[in-house]
C-alpha cells in the first residue's frame, strides 16, 4: 500500500489493516457458503470491502437479506454511482487482505472458489461498535453475494470485472 496522508490517521491505519480485512472476507465468506452450501466465486470478494468499508455504505445496508442487492442498488444510486471508484481504490486492498486470510487459513480455496474452513468470530464479540457494524454488514453482503451471479453483481454496481 502506498503511503499517502490518510494512511498515517491511527483510525484509517487500524481500518485498511489487512488482518481487519481478512476477518471481514472469512465473515463474508462465510455466510456466503453457509447460504448455499457452496463456495463464494473468487470475483465477488472484490465487492466486499467496497461495500463493508466507507461508512455512509455501511450504514445504508440493510438490517436483513431479504432486500436484494440489485434492489438496494437501485433504491441508493448515489452508493450506486460512487461503487466503481471505491471498489477500484480497494482493489489492493482486498489482495492484500485475501493474502493474509489464505496464510492464516481463515479463507480457503476450491476450484470453485472460496470457502470457510472456520467460522470467524462473531460480530457480538467484536471489540467495538464500528468493528460489529463492519462484520454485520460483511455476513449481509456475504449472503447477497452468495444468490447473485459475480457478473450481473459487478454491473449492478457498476464495476468491469
Given at each position: 500500500m502506498t503511503t499517502t496522508p490518510h494512511h498515517r490517521v491511527p483510525e484509517a491505519e487500524a481500518l485498511f489493516n489487512p488482518a481487519f480485512g481478512a476477518y471481514l472476507l472469512a465473515s463474508s465468506v462465510h455466510a456466503a457458503v453457509k447460504k448455499v452450501e457452496g463456495p463464494l466465486p473468487w470475483p465477488?470478494?472484490?465487492l466486499v470491502l467496497?461495500?463493508?468499508?466507507?461508512?455512509?455504505t455501511r450504514?445504508?445496508?440493510?438490517?436483513?437479506s431479504t432486500v436484494t442487492l440489485m434492489a438496494w442498488a437501485h433504491a441508493n444510486p448515489?452508493?450506486?454511482?460512487a461503487?466503481?471508484?471505491r471498489a477500484a481504490a480497494l482493489t489492493d486492498y482486498t489482495r492484500a487482505s485475501?493474502?493474509?486470510a489464505l496464510r492464516h487459513q481463515a479463507i480457503g480455496t476450491s476450484p470453485q472458489g472460496l470457502t470457510c474452513p472456520r467460522a470467524p468470530k462473531p460480530s457480538s464479540q467484536a471489540p467495538?461498535?464500528?468493528v460489529a457494524e463492519c462484520a454485520r454488514a460483511a455476513v449481509l453482503v456475504g449472503r447477497w453475494l452468495a444468490t447473485t451471479d459475480p457478473?450481473?453483481?459487478?454491473t449492478v454496481l457498476g464495476v468491469r470485472p
Open positions: 465477488s470478494a472484490f467496497p461495500l463493508v468499508l466507507p461508512e455512509d450504514r445504508s445496508l440493510p438490517g436483513k448515489r452508493h450506486q454511482a461503487f466503481a471508484e485475501l493474502r493474509t467495538g461498535e464500528e457478473a450481473r453483481a459487478f
